[in-house]
C-alpha cells in the first residue's frame, strides 16, 4: 500500500503521535508511507514533508483572528504542495487535522475531489462541520445541526478578534466537505460519532476507531518515589475549557496532606495558588511517565473533550482517574479505575479524591492497567489497517 498522512503537527501532540505511529508501522511492514505536516517538527526525511513556514503559519493566523477564516489562508503553500505532491500515486489519503494555520481546506478538498484515491479522514474533534468552534458543548450551542451564525465561541480556538463569519464558514465547509465518492470518516470516540451522525457530513461511512497509546512506555514502575498523596493534572495549555478553575478551587478546600502538581503551558497572565506546583509543558516520554507513576490520581477535569490520552497514559501507569462526564471522557473511565463525575461537581470530585486517599492508589492500580490495554496503539494501528484494506476492495 501506499499511504499519504496529512496532520497539523508529526511526533508533537496527541494527533502527531498517531501520525507518527501509524507511518512507523506501515513502514516496517513494508509499505509506503509519506506524511505532510504544519509545525512543530523539523525533518530530513523525504517522506515526512512539512508545508509552509514561520510567516505563512503567522499570516494564516492573522487572517484568522481579523476576518475569522481559519482554514482558508496558507493558499500559496498549499498549491505549491499540490503541484509537487501528485495525490493521485496513492492508495489512500489519510486526513487528520487540517486546521491549525497551515492548509488551505479548499484547495486541499478540491484536489482530492479530482485525485479520484479513498479518502480517510480522522476527525479528532469538532471543527469540521462547525462554522467556527473545535468544541461547542461548554456554551452547550447545537447551531451546527442546521446552520452557525452568531458563535458564541468567536474567543475561543480558532481565536476571532473581530469579525463573525460563522455563518459564511459553515457553509463554505458544508459544500467543500460534501461530494467526495470515496471517504471513510474516523472518530476516536462514540461520543463524536454520535454528533458526526446528527452533522452535515452524516451520509458518509463513519466508523469508530479509538486512540491508541504505546504501552511499552507508558506503564507502571516499581516504586512511587513521593511519601505523600499527589494529584497530577496534564493538559497541553490549561486554557479554562481543560478545567484549570477545579484545581484552583482544589487547592483552596483540600487537606494540607496533599500536593498539587500541574503540567502544562499556562496563558498568559495565569497565577497559579503557591500551593500548585506548575512544570512547564514537556514532550519528554520518560519524564511524563515519572510524573503519572508520582501521582496516586490523575484529575482531568476537561470540560468539552473527545478522547484525551492523557487519561489512558495514567491509567497505563496505574494511576486512577478521575474525569468529568464529558465527551469521549466516560469511554475511558469506569469505576474499575477511577471516577466519572458531573461537570462542574467540586463537592463530588472532592469525595472522590478521599476514596482513592482512603484505599490506596494499589486498590486500582492492576484495574487501571486492565483498563488501558484496551487503548493499546497495536490495537489502534490493526483497526486501521484492516479499514485500509477494507477500503481499497470497494
Keep these: 500500500m501506499n499511504i499519504l498522512h496529512i496532520n497539523v503537527t508529526y511526533q508533537f ?14 513502514t516496517k511492514e513494508g509499505h509506503h508511507s509519506k506524511v505532510i505536516y504544519g509545525r512543530n517538527y523539523e525533518s530530513n526525511d523525504n517522506d515526512i514533508i512539512k508545508i509552509g513556514n514561520q510567516v505563512s503559519y503567522q499570516l494564516h493566523g492573522l487572517k484568522t483572528r481579523f476576518l475569522d477564516r481559519h482554514g482558508f489562508g496558507s493558499y500559496l503553500d498549499t498549491k505549491r504542495l499540490l503541484s509537487h505532491i501528485h495525490l493521485n500515486t496513492f ?29 480517510i479522514w480522522t476527525l479528532h474533534d469538532s471543527w469540521s462541520y462547525t462554522g467556527h468552534c473545535a468544541y461547542y458543548d461548554a456554551v452547550g450551542c447545537m447551531k451546527w445541526i442546521d446552520g452557525c451564525h452568531h458563535c458564541p465561541q468567536k474567543h475561543s480556538y480558532p481565536q476571532s478578534i473581530v469579525l463573525d ?20 470518516l474516523v472518530t476516536p470516540s462514540d461520543w463524536l460519532r454520535h454528533d458526526v451522525e446528527k452533522s452535515f457530513l452524516k451520509d458518509y461511512n463513519i466508523q469508530t476507531i479509538h486512540n491508541g497509546i504505546d504501552l511499552s512506555q507508558f506503564k507502571p514502575l516499581k516504586h512511587k518515589s513521593n511519601e505523600r498523596f499527589t494529584i497530577l493534572g496534564i493538559a497541553s495549555i490549561w486554557e479554562k475549557r481543560k478545567g484549570l478553575d477545579a484545581f484552583i478551587e482544589l487547592s483552596k478546600t483540600l487537606s494540607d496532606d496533599i500536593d498539587i502538581i500541574l503540567i502544562g503551558k499556562l496563558m498568559k497572565g495565569t497565577k497559579l495558588p503557591l500551593r500548585i506546583k506548575h512544570i512547564t509543558r514537556t514532550e519528554n516520554i520518560q519524564e511524563l511517565v515519572h510524573y503519572y507513576n508520582l501521582a496516586d490520581v490523575m484529575i482531568n477535569p476537561t470540560i468539552e473533550d473527545n478522547l484525551p490520552t492523557t487519561s489512558i497514559e495514567a491509567l497505563a501507569c496505574g494511576t486512577p482517574v478521575i474525569t468529568y462526564d464529558t465527551g469521549g471522557s466516560k469511554e475511558i473511565v469506569d469505576d474499575t479505575c477511577g471516577f466519572v463525575i458531573p461537570k462542574y461537581h467540586i463537592h463530588a470530585m472532592m469525595d472522590a479524591i478521599y476514596e482513592v486517599k482512603n484505599k490506596g492508589k494499589l486498590f486500582y492500580q492492576t484495574k487501571a492497567v486492565k483498563k488501558a490495554s484496551y487503548f493499546k496503539a497495536e490495537r489502534m494501528r490493526d483497526a486501521y489497517m484492516a479499514l485500509y484494506k477494507e477500503v481499497l476492495k470497494q
Design 165 to 184: 463569519q460563522s455563518k459564511k464558514n459553515y457553509k463554505d465547509k458544508k459544500q467543500i466537505f460534501n461530494g467526495l465518492k470515496d471517504l471513510t
Design 13 to 26: 501532540g496527541s494527533t502527531g503521535k498517531i501520525v507518527k505511529s501509524m507511518h512507523e508501522m506501515l
Design 91 to 119: 492508495d489512500i489519503i489519510h486526513i487528520h487535522n487540517i486546521h491549525g494555520y497551515y492548509i488551505h481546506v479548499g484547495l486541499l478538498f478540491e484536489a482530492l475531489k479530482q485525485s479520484g484515491k479513498k479518502i
